[in-house]
């Protein structure tokens, strides 16, 4: 059974740090982009970094310089965030998918794989 498992998500005060992690068991499928979009309520899921097989990575400017993705294996991936906003306040989701489309690369439907996410909440 295809299955995306976040973890890592909490509290954390403005300035702080998080790391989130993500497994992924999906069987048959070889996994060509990773990523994590967020959702704060009554908005649109945002993508906010992706890397892809190759290790390219893309950050979404909300998240450029604060963000760092990456990925051991095809298995596992993270996203250390650093500087931490009230604005970073979201339930985060980690994604997958066995092609990478540049141009839709931080596209929800570019993602046939989704976690069922992980909260951030950031106080000031």
């Known amino acids: 059974q295809a299955q995306l498992v976040e973890s890592g998500g909490g509290s954390v005060q403005a300035g702080g740090s998080l790391t989130l992690s993500c497994v992924a068991r999906?069987?048959?499928?070889?996994?060509?982009?990773m990523g994590w979009f967020r959702q704060v309520p009554g908005r649109e899921r945002e993508g906010i970094a992706i890397?892809?097989?190759?290790?390219?990575t893309y950050y979404a400017d909300s998240v450029k310089g604060r963000a760092t993705i990456s990925n051991p294996n095809a298995q596992n991936w993270y996203l250390q965030m650093n500087s931490l906003k009230p604005e970073d306040t979201a339930m985060y989701y980690c994604?997958?998918?066995?092609?990478?489309?540049?141009?839709?690369?931080?596209?929800?439907?570019?993602?046939?794989?989704w976690g069922r996410g992980t909260q951030v909440t950031v106080s000031s």
């Open positions: 890397i892809s097989s190759d290790g390219t």
């Open positions: 999906l069987p048959g499928y070889t996994v060509q982009c």
């Open positions: 994604v997958a998918d066995k092609r990478c489309f540049r141009p839709m690369i931080f596209a929800r439907g570019a993602y046939n794989f």
